[in-house]
């Protein structure tokens, strides 16, 4: 399947995000604390600088090496040592649960909606919301079939919001997506 993802609006970016399951699982593990087209644009710095976004190869990796990367400007993300050894612990997790092939997470069995969210549940970075987050990017995005996606992913499943990268398509988007975040935070703060 040829899919097409626009979620940094850089052309080779997108496409190691649309091409590699590896890719997409470490931008959503990047996407914190930084913009979201800078967290998904990690993972073709990563290639960039260690030659490969294969997690058996980046688990087998000197920390030293990968921290490196991370930190080398432009940085791939604004904490590059806790993000180089969360995406190596991720890499670490792929291969040991899933023999390296990421898409096993929403492939292995035929699971449910809700067994996918479990498994990202499971993995380093990933807390409740995240893992609906990409839950659900995997469901607009990706063709996840996995029965129960939608409930397992709650709001972040509803067509037509714009409430996380899953919603993101374009530059439009991305800019509806940014200011309901903007607005969701203004709202906690008052």
Known sequence: MTRTLHLV???KA????AGEPFALL????LDQQVPMEVAFSGPAKIVDRLGTIDPAAIAAMDPEAVLAAFAERPAVHRFPRSMAQRVQALAAEIVASYGGRTEA????????GAEVLRRLKKLPGFGDQKARI????LGKQWGLQAPGWQEAAGDYAAEGCRRSIADVV?????AEVRAFKKEMKARAKS
């Open 134 to 137: 990409f839950l659900a990017l």
């Open 14 to 17: 997108d496409a190691l995000l």
């Open 170 to 174: 374009d530059e439009q988007s991305l």
């Open 26 to 29: 470490t931008g959503m593990v």
């Open 105 to 112: 997470i929403w492939t292995e069995g035929e699971p449910t």
């Open 9 to 11: 609006g850089d052309e």
